[in-house]
């Protein structure tokens, strides 16, 4: 046997279990402390009633003889896929096939997944600072990675690769910046990858916090797009699933990828349960879309009083507007590191160090919004009063 030696090319530990190892050695050093979490995006508030009861419901029909479901089809439901066009791309004047949607447990895992689509010698560019998983799925295939760097100089934005890119990451509304794209930026980049038989892997799982009017909430939206691009997204930080594990992938006809993507997901998925995709279902009803509108209402307010409470005390940062993340420039010229140990030691506050996301994201940090807004507050009266 002969292991996969791309992975000594990795980081030792990925970036959230890092972060978690810290949190949880820090918590068992000193129980007396309350450790206020805004590190790893992971939601706090509870599920809405209405996706509740479907569950609930759900479950109760698989102890019935009658309504008993075992596997469902690899791809998902017809009824979600359809739901899905329905309310996600119809009225935005995209048009989809049902088998060009596709079911999953979650971005994160076909974000990595994808990658097995393509040959091993593809080169790819990637934005960072940025979610980590698209170099680690990339370094994990041994794929040559240029990375396209963002920082305030240009307005977090990416430029275009000097060099041919096979395929492209992007994330936006951007994890960890929060920076999104106008139709006209999204646009250069479909019209980078038809001219050089690109393909673009587009993480659209925050666009439920899009605020700003004149941004896209998909890369669809761009002509030309279904060409070039698979479209991730979830239900995690749109509908709070992050326990739940449900999303899906478009993965249109025209760029030749849906039979192959069909193919993978038959031989190694056997489908997102039934009661995380009735879940999903009812996102969609007008009780469910109250309630997940009532969930993003509160993390956008907790977006705003994290960066207005930063601005005030002389912060420099980004973000917040059109995501759930808050880019903050470390005081002192410290590195990122320094900073979150300070935070954890001093404040007990809980980040995420942004060097973490690349090396673009050196001297700062990321704070989640995702976190209860008290615990929010509370921290920064913490960092006000130490640091
Ligand atoms: C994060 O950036 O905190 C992540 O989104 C967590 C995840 O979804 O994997």
Same mark, same amino acid.
């Given at each position: 046997?002969?292991?996969?030696?791309?992975?000594?090319?990795?980081?030792?530990?990925?970036?959230?279990?890092? @972060?978690?190892?810290?949190?949880?050695?820090?918590?068992? $050093?000193?129980?007396?402390?309350?450790?206020?979490?805004?590190?790893?995006?992971?939601?706090?508030?509870?599920?809405?009633?209405?996706?509740?009861? #479907?569950?609930?419901?759900? !479950?109760?029909?698989?102890?019935?003889?009658?309504?008993?479901?075992?596997?469902?089809?690899?791809?998902?439901?017809?009824?979600?896929?359809?739901?899905?066009?329905?309310?996600?791309?119809?009225?935005?004047?995209?048009?989809? %096939?049902?088998?060009?949607?596709?079911?999953?447990?979650? #971005?994160?895992?076909?974000?990595?997944?994808?990658?097995?689509?393509?040959?091993?010698?593809?080169? !790819?560019?990637?934005?960072?600072?940025?979610?980590?998983?698209?170099?680690?799925?990339?370094?994990? $295939?041994?794929?040559? @990675?240029?990375?396209?760097?963002?920082?305030?100089?240009?307005?977090?934005?990416?430029?275009?690769?000097?060099?041919?890119?096979?395929? @492209?990451?992007?994330?936006?509304?951007?994890?960890?910046?929060?920076?999104?794209?106008?139709?006209?930026?999204?646009?250069?980049?479909?019209?980078? $990858?038809?001219?050089?038989?690109?393909?673009?892997? /587009?993480?659209?799982? /925050? !666009?439920?916090?899009?605020?700003?009017?004149?941004?896209?909430?998909?890369?669809?939206?761009?002509?030309? #797009?279904?060409? !070039? #691009? @698979?479209?991730?997204?979830?239900?995690?930080?749109?509908?709070?699933?992050?326990?739940?594990?449900?999303?899906? +992938?478009?993965?249109?006809?025209?760029?030749?990828?849906?039979?192959?993507?069909?193919?993978?997901?038959?031989?190694?998925?056997?489908?997102?349960?039934?009661? $995380?995709?009735?879940?999903?279902?009812?996102? /969609?009803?007008?009780?469910?879309?109250?309630?997940?509108?009532?969930?993003?209402?509160?993390?956008?307010?907790?977006?705003?009083?994290?960066?207005?409470?930063?601005? +005030?005390?002389?912060?420099?940062?980004?973000?917040?507007?059109?995501?759930?993340?808050?880019?903050?420039?470390?005081?002192?010229?410290? %590195?990122?590191?320094?900073?979150?140990?300070?935070?954890?030691?001093?404040?007990?506050?809980?980040?995420?160090?942004?060097?973490?996301?690349?090396?673009?994201?050196?001297?700062?940090?990321?704070?989640?919004?995702?976190?209860?807004?008290?615990?929010?507050?509370?921290?920064?009266?913490?960092?006000?009063?130490?640091?």
């Amino acid at each position: 046997m002969n292991k996969n030696t791309h992975y000594q090319n990795l980081q030792p530990n990925y970036l959230f279990k890092e @972060i978690t190892d810290r949190a949880v050695a820090y918590t068992e $050093a000193h129980p007396e402390h309350k450790l206020l979490r805004m590190g790893v995006g992971d939601v706090t508030r509870p599920l809405p009633p209405a996706i509740i009861q #479907a569950m609930q419901k759900a !479950v109760a029909e698989l102890g019935q003889a009658e309504t008993f479901r075992g596997y469902c089809l690899e791809e998902g439901y017809e009824w979600l896929r359809q739901a899905i066009i329905d309310n996600e791309y119809t009225p935005k004047g995209i048009d989809l %096939d049902i088998h060009e949607v596709f079911i999953g447990e979650g #971005a994160g895992s076909d974000l990595g997944n994808l990658s097995e689509l393509f040959s091993s010698d593809n080169k !790819v560019a990637i934005l960072e600072p940025t979610y980590p998983a698209y170099a680690d799925a990339s370094i994990m $295939a041994g794929r040559p @990675i240029t990375y396209l760097p963002c920082h305030a100089e240009n307005g977090f934005v990416p430029e275009l690769p000097k060099q041919k890119a096979d395929i @492209i990451y992007l994330c936006f509304p951007n994890n960890p910046t929060g920076t999104v794209l106008t139709y006209a930026q999204l646009k250069e980049w479909v019209d980078y $990858a038809r001219r050089n038989g690109s393909i673009i892997i /587009y993480d659209a799982a /925050y !666009v439920a916090y899009i605020s700003q009017p004149g941004i896209p909430h998909s890369i669809y939206e761009i002509e030309g #797009a279904k060409e !070039v #691009a @698979i479209e991730v997204k979830s239900y995690s930080k749109s509908a709070g699933f992050t326990s739940v594990r449900c999303g899906y +992938t478009v993965v249109p006809k025209e760029t030749g990828l849906q039979a192959m993507w069909l193919r993978r997901q038959c031989t190694k998925y056997n489908g997102t349960s039934y009661i $995380a995709q009735r879940a999903a279902l009812a996102t /969609y009803t007008p009780e469910g879309q109250a309630g997940i509108h009532a969930n993003l209402d509160v993390y956008k307010a907790t977006a705003l009083l994290i960066k207005n409470g930063l601005q +005030t005390m002389g912060y420099e940062v980004y973000g917040g507007d059109n995501a759930p993340y808050i880019w903050c420039r470390s005081p002192h010229g410290w %590195d990122s590191w320094s900073f979150f140990d300070h935070l954890l030691r001093q404040c007990q506050v809980l980040c995420t160090p942004g060097v973490g996301f690349g090396p673009s994201g050196e001297g700062y940090v990321r704070f989640s919004a995702f976190s209860k807004s008290e615990d929010c507050i509370e921290a920064l009266q913490r960092m006000k009063e130490q640091i």
